[in-house]
């Protein structure tokens, strides 16, 4: 899956289980620019897996810290 | 082992019981069957590694686990190898690990943990922390013990030792590990059995049903480890499991497994029962029908009734019973439950006048007044007291400190003797909530500790507030975090009071909202409600200097927090040199800071 494909698909995500209004950009931090507490956190990575239908593992998704290391890690994920 | 006085003897005498275990539902809602049976067996495999391995008895072990039935194996073994388990919580995912390793770490060094067990996954993270509270015997993962049957196991076990440490009050920076003995866990658990609706013999069909129940609560936390788990190995019956965090994204699998499993029993705090109405949809509950749900439990959180009647108006025409709403109240320190409404009434709730209780601490009916929910009355056996801060008795209609006696409170905060002796007197324990009885109910009002529970977590006001030090235009130590239930709303909001650096500039000031907003969600995570833009010299303190949380709370509540006049003339020459815009402002009352649009307001709901 092409990476803009994998964004748009995160955008997608963020605008119907995180209510998310503005656009979504691979720079964007995940707490500190999509206001993501640690209860959406959780929301957004399941709803991601669930979306692209892959599983995140923790000791991944722990270190991901902006809209570009998602879209990095599901990358993998779906080349895998 | 002789007698179910212990919870590893509930546990082998339910394993004598066909029928009876857990049913653990995954995302996909696939049910996996665990009878007692063979978690008892499971247990008695890892109680024996855990022996061979040198853990003695009254020895910590720390315990890492999502919900799965590697939980119960670890739980019970370290009980049946004489161990004391402490249930921690796994990391949240997708960041904040940083945050993640100090907070556990600081944890594991609390209780001193002798081991720490985890999940295989979850141990790959916990590393750092590991390293930092460096227990003797390490960090395990299940499979590496070893299958030996043949240790010495479940031997000088009684209802005084302890069973169980749990962390109460956890926030970041200082959580208290509560103790509790076989004894207090057990005399709570049956207290709760005896409260439960009887088997209904309605039918031959529907007698054939034990009472069971649902639970998709953390089993790291009171509620779902004591009132739910323990509950049900004391009938013992069948309880299903949803992992908390299939219930977060999806929790119409909740609804969906009270229905389909005849479930009688299931509580959850408030924002499970506000994210419900928020999230599920008709098409998602297809044929459900809530009918056995006989005790719909609502505790941990303050109690909205808004949410209580939207979730009713929601759900009543899938046969949710209005009677099934309980608010209750209840803390760990006494491990669960203080308090039930009436099992078999809807709640009840009145309004009282918020200046008579604000300043006078007197509950005074009135149409127009603040809506509080009713919790009921003490269960058996417990007794509530309501003090004022000398600790004399308050009448009723007086509100005041809540103070509990009864059969279940905790052996003390493990290692922490000055902290117990603050909060158990002579048997009575210092919940540091606020409440006062209006013709025989209680109801609670507010806390009087600091701290700040939100969306089922605890927050120390202190994280908060030094989060903000840093920022420019902030004056340093003057800022408030205070949350509390607005009237007609349906969870507790986040408010920070904070206080303006008299040389900040217009465009510091119009910054400092979104400012104050995103530094407190990176620092501890969570998105502030209001942000109260104050003058200095505001805020309340105390002759020392400290500041008054509470009170301010209150004064800002009745628009009543205003700038103190300045002290001396030359504090007047400089206020007065102010620009007009400033001194206008400094009468007003505080200025309410929207800092963001209604629709994301609207989103962290």
């Known amino acids: 899956m092409s990476e803009s494909k994998i964004l748009d698909g995160i955008a997608q995500v963020a605008r119907q289980h995180l209510e998310w209004q503005g656009p979504i950009e691979r720079r964007m931090r995940l707490v500190e620019d999509l206001e993501l507490d640690s209860m959406r956190l959780f929301t957004?990575?399941?709803?991601?897996?669930?979306?692209?239908?892959?599983?995140?593992?923790?000791?991944?998704?722990?270190?991901?810290?902006?809209?570009g290391d998602l879209v990095d890690a599901i990358g993998r994920k779906l080349a895998d | 082992m002789s007698d179910a006085s212990t919870l590893a003897g509930l546990l082998e005498r339910a394993a004598q019981v066909p029928d009876t275990g857990l049913r653990l539902l995954d995302r996909s809602e696939n049910a996996s069957w665990h009878s007692w049976s063979e978690i008892y067996h499971g247990s008695l495999r890892v109680a024996g590694g855990l022996r061979k391995i040198g853990l003695r008895q009254g020895d910590r072990v720390s315990l890492v686990f999502p919900t799965g039935i590697d939980f119960f194996h670890a739980f019970f073994g370290t009980l049946l190898a004489g161990g004391v388990p402490v249930p921690v919580y796994p990391p949240v995912r997708l960041g904040r690990l940083a945050e993640?390793?100090?907070?556990?770490?600081?944890?594991?060094?609390?209780?001193?943990?002798?081991?720490?067990?985890?999940?295989?996954?979850?141990?790959?993270?916990?590393?750092?922390?590991?390293?930092?509270?460096?227990?003797?015997?390490?960090?395990?993962?299940?499979?590496?013990?070893?299958?030996?049957?043949?240790?010495?196991?479940?031997?000088?076990?009684?209802?005084?030792?302890?069973?169980?440490?749990?962390?109460?009050?956890?926030?970041?920076?200082?959580?208290?590990?509560?103790?509790?003995?076989?004894?207090?866990?057990?005399?709570?658990?049956?207290?709760?059995?005896?409260?439960?609706?009887?088997?209904?013999?309605?039918?031959?069909?529907?007698?054939?049903?034990r009472p069971s129940g649902v639970s998709w609560l953390p089993l790291y936390h009171d509620m779902g480890l004591i009132g739910c788990i323990f509950t049900a190995l004391e009938i013992p019956s069948v309880l299903t499991l949803i992992p908390?965090?299939?219930?977060?994204?999806?929790?119409?699998?909740?609804?969906?497994?009270?229905?389909?499993?005849?479930?009688?029993?299931?509580?959850?705090?408030?924002?499970?029962?506000?994210?419900?109405?928020?999230?599920?949809?008709?098409?998602?509950?297809?044929?459900?029908?809530?009918?056995?749900?006989?005790?719909?439990?609502?505790?941990?959180?303050?109690?909205?009734?808004?949410?209580?009647?939207?979730?009713?108006?929601?759900?009543?025409?899938?046969?949710?019973?209005?009677?099934?709403?309980?608010?209750?109240?209840?803390?760990?320190?006494?491990?669960?439950?203080?308090?039930?409404?009436?099992?078999?009434?809807?709640?009840?709730?009145?309004?009282?006048?918020?200046?008579?209780?604000?300043?006078?601490?007197?509950?005074?009916?009135?149409?127009?007044?603040?809506?509080?929910?009713?919790?009921?009355?003490?269960?058996?056996?417990?007794?509530?007291?309501?003090?004022?801060?000398?600790?004399?008795?308050?009448?009723?209609?007086?509100?005041?400190?809540?103070?509990?006696?009864?059969?279940?409170?905790?052996?003390?905060?493990?290692?922490?003797?000055?902290a117990t002796r603050k909060a158990v007197v002579d048997g009575w324990l210092d919940t540091g909530d606020l409440g006062f009885f209006y013709q025989g109910e209680f109801f609670l009002t507010g806390r009087a500790k600091d701290m700040i529970l939100l969306r089922g977590r605890n927050f120390a006001p202190q994280a908060i507030?030094?989060?903000?030090?840093?920022?420019?235009?902030?004056?340093?130590?003057?800022?408030?975090?205070?949350?509390?239930?607005?009237?007609?709303?349906?969870?507790?909001?986040?408010?920070?009071?904070?206080?303006?650096?008299?040389?900040?500039?217009?465009?510091?000031?119009?910054?400092?909202?979104?400012?104050?907003?995103?530094?407190?969600?990176?620092?501890?995570?969570?998105?502030?409600?209001?942000?109260?833009?104050?003058?200095?010299?505001?805020?309340p303190r105390t002759s020392s200097g400290k500041l008054r949380r509470q009170e301010a709370l209150q004064l800002y509540l009745t628009d009543a927090l205003e700038a103190s006049p300045p002290p001396s003339p030359v504090g007047l020459a400089l206020a007065l040199g102010r620009s007009s815009l400033a001194m206008a402002r400094h009468k007003r009352k505080p200025r309410k800071v929207s800092w963001e649009p209604a629709d994301e307001k609207r989103a962290e709901r």
Not at chain 2, 481 to 507: F, K, N
Not at chain 2, 524 to 531: E, K, R
């Open chain 2, 465 to 539: 507030e030094h989060s903000l030090d840093q920022i420019q235009g902030v004056r340093t130590g003057c800022t408030v975090a205070v949350s509390h239930m607005p009237e007609g709303g349906e969870q507790e909001e986040l408010i920070l009071l904070v206080e303006t650096d008299a040389r900040a500039s217009a465009e510091e000031r119009d910054r400092l909202p979104g400012l104050c907003k995103k530094t407190v969600l990176t620092a501890v995570g969570v998105l502030p409600d209001q942000i109260v833009l104050l003058e200095p010299g505001t805020l």
């Open chain 1, 44 to 67: 957004l990575a399941a709803e991601l897996e669930n979306h692209f239908r892959i599983h995140l593992y923790e000791e991944d998704e722990m270190t991901l810290e902006t809209v």
């Open chain 2, 100 to 209: 993640y390793h100090h907070r556990t770490a600081r944890m594991f060094e609390l209780v001193r943990a002798r081991l720490i067990l985890a999940d295989g996954r979850v141990r790959r993270l916990l590393g750092e922390a590991v390293r930092l509270a460096a227990p003797p015997l390490g960090c395990l993962r299940l499979g590496d013990l070893s299958k030996d049957l043949t240790a010495d196991v479940g031997l000088g076990l009684g209802a005084e030792t302890l069973a169980l440490v749990q962390f109460s009050s956890g926030t970041t920076m200082d959580p208290k590990p509560v103790a509790l003995s076989n004894r207090a866990i057990l005399a709570q658990v049956k207290l709760l059995n005896s409260f439960w609706p009887a088997l209904s013999t309605e039918s031959e069909e529907e007698a054939r049903w």
């Open chain 2, 244 to 418: 908390p965090e299939v219930f977060v994204t999806r929790p119409a699998v909740w609804l969906r497994a009270l229905s389909k499993y005849r479930a009688t029993v299931s509580p959850a705090p408030n924002f499970a029962y506000g994210l419900c109405v928020k999230k599920v949809r008709d098409e998602e509950l297809q044929g459900v029908d809530l009918s056995s749900w006989k005790v719909a439990l609502n505790g941990a959180e303050p109690v909205s009734p808004g949410i209580l009647r939207r979730f009713l108006e929601r759900f009543s025409s899938f046969g949710l019973d209005p009677a099934a709403l309980t608010p209750v109240y209840g803390l760990a320190e006494a491990a669960l439950a203080v308090s039930f409404s009436d099992l078999e009434t809807p709640f009840s709730s009145r309004k009282f006048a918020r200046q008579a209780l604000a300043s006078e601490g007197r509950a005074q009916e009135t149409p127009e007044g603040v809506e509080l929910v009713s919790v009921g009355r003490p269960l058996p056996e417990f007794e509530i007291a309501i003090r004022d801060p000398e600790g004399r008795a308050q009448p009723e209609g007086h509100t005041g400190r809540l103070w509990v006696r009864g059969p279940s409170l905790m052996e003390g905060y493990l290692f922490q003797p000055e």
